[in-house]
């Protein structure tokens, strides 16, 4: 049996996507691959948000050049094929530049892999990056195994064009999925062992799905038809935009158990005057009412965020701006990055660029804010009783993970039984990158 290696960078629609592609292969005869030197195929899912992307792509595949040139030696086949943005923002031009590659995909085609990977195991070398009017959705294999958490991508592309973003240049118009498509894949994850789903997509909350009552449904209709499956016992979505938070999808956040108590909602910047050079279309204070508003639903919810330093033209006063929206509203935890210059957007074109030595300073007092509320937030859950979803083994043996409704990680002792279900455990330390707790029937 041929074998697959497949590496994803970037975000949770690349790990959606890598799996997808995955099951599609597998039914091509491609088995999973423990390493890049046991495969047949190497399929790299790219992320091209931010820092140098397509660079970083480049050096992967001149480390692959060898092992292609050892195959081909003893008489085999190695076919390299690249997947997602850089993909679909590079096109042909990865062809010329890595003469490595056979296969080069975008992430509107992904149904049409098996095909392009065949051409090339007959000496072609295929580029697809059109936005065919089939969608990949109708035409990728159904959902093969399913984890006890699982994604469910409901949404994909952008409208809102943002003036540091690249993703509606590279995953193209917002489109959202046919509600009864989605509620039948869930239905089909619940039914192979998903206990968990989490709704995906780049503009998850702009969802506005074609029913089947004729209507159209918004995101917070579509959870509530979720919310009604046996079997599921919780329900999250990322990644939101502000402006799209409806008072329908507030309302949800306060009447359905299932919905989980975390959201993260990227704010980018707390002065008004950054937000609109991004074109975010909403003002800091517009943000701070909808975490009220949210508050008030749901008391317990928990807030992550993301975070842009440095964007062209942000001043000390801007950025303390951003300080003062983080010490108002309070983060679990948050994503911060250095603004990075993306070719084909306007604000990378701007002549008021911020100098690195800027960036650095204001990403580095920036964390520090956020780490000391993050690690306010778990520290806060010593010697509390709180649910977990045990998703796996541990890494110690007799332990199971799995997450809090508030997203952090867990491990506890418990028996491999309780593996798709909620326990209640106390919580005992807070570690680096997760909580250490007890079952609360031992604890108690
Ligand atoms: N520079 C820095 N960060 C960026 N992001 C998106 N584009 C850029 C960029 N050009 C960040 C935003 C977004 C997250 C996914 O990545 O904060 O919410
Ligand atoms: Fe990019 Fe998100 Fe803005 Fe869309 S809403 S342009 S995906 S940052």
Not at 28 to 33: H, L, M, R, V
Not at 318 to 330: I, K, N, P, S, Y
Request: charge should be neutral.
């Amino acid at each position: 049996m041929k074998k697959l290696f497949v590496k994803t960078y970037g975000c949770q629609m690349n790990v959606y996507d890598s799996d997808r592609m995955t099951e599609a292969l597998e039914l091509s005869g491609y088995a999973p691959a423990a390493s890049p030197a046991d495969a047949d195929m190497i399929l790299l899912n790219t992320c091209h948000i931010r820092e140098k992307a397509a660079e970083k792509l480049f050096s992967d595949l001149g480390r692959l050049a060898p092992l292609k040139a050892r195959k081909r030696r003893d008489g085999g086949k190695l076919v390299v094929a690249v997947a997602g943005c850089v993909a679909q923002a590079e096109g042909a031009e990865i062809l010329r530049r890595a003469k490595t590659v056979d296969v080069v995909v975008g992430p509107q085609s992904y149904h049409r892999l098996p095909a392009l990977v065949e051409a090339a195991e007959n000496g072609e070398r295929p580029v697809e990056t059109e936005f065919p009017a089939e969608s990949k959705f109708d035409q990728l294999p159904e959902r093969g195994r399913a984890g006890v958490s699982a994604f469910l991508s409901i949404q994909e592309g952008c409208d809102k064009f943002c003036t540091f973003c690249v993703v509606p240049y590279t995953r193209g118009a917002e489109f959202s999925r046919p509600a009864q498509a989605v509620l039948d894949e869930a239905r089909d994850l619940i039914a192979r062992g998903a206990r968990e789903l989490t709704l995906l997509g780049q503009n998850v909350n702009a969802y506005h799905g074609a029913a089947a009552d004729g209507g159209v449904w918004r995101l917070g209709r579509l959870i509530r038809a979720l919310a009604a499956m046996p079997g599921l016992l919780r329900l999250r979505y990322t990644t939101s935009h502000p402006a799209d938070m409806d008072d329908a999808l507030i309302a949800v956040h306060g009447d359905e158990p299932k919905l989980m108590p975390f959201l993260h909602l990227p704010v980018q910047s707390g002065s008004d005057r950054v937000l609109q050079a991004m074109n975010r279309r909403h003002r800091a204070d517009d943000y701070r009412r909808t975490i009220d508003r949210l508050r008030v639903a749901r008391p317990d919810i928990a807030l992550s965020s993301d975070f842009i330093v440095g964007f062209p033209g942000e001043s000390d006063d801007d950025f303390a701006a951003t300080l003062a929206l983080v010490r108002g509203v309070g983060f679990a935890q948050a994503f911060s990055f250095k603004y990075s210059p993306r070719p084909g957007t306007p604000a990378a074109v701007r002549d008021d660029q911020v100098p690195e030595p800027v960036k650095v300073e204001r990403l580095a007092v920036l964390q520090a804010l956020l780490n000391e509320q993050q690690a306010r937030f778990n520290g806060g859950f010593v010697g509390r009783s709180v649910d977990v979803l045990f998703e796996k083994r541990g890494r110690h043996p007799g332990q199971l993970a799995g997450r809090s409704p508030w997203l952090q990680a867990i491990h506890a002792a418990a028996p491999d039984a309780r593996l798709g279900s909620v326990a209640t455990v106390r919580v005992a330390t807070v570690e680096p990158n997760s909580l250490a707790a007890v079952l609360a029937e031992e604890a108690a």
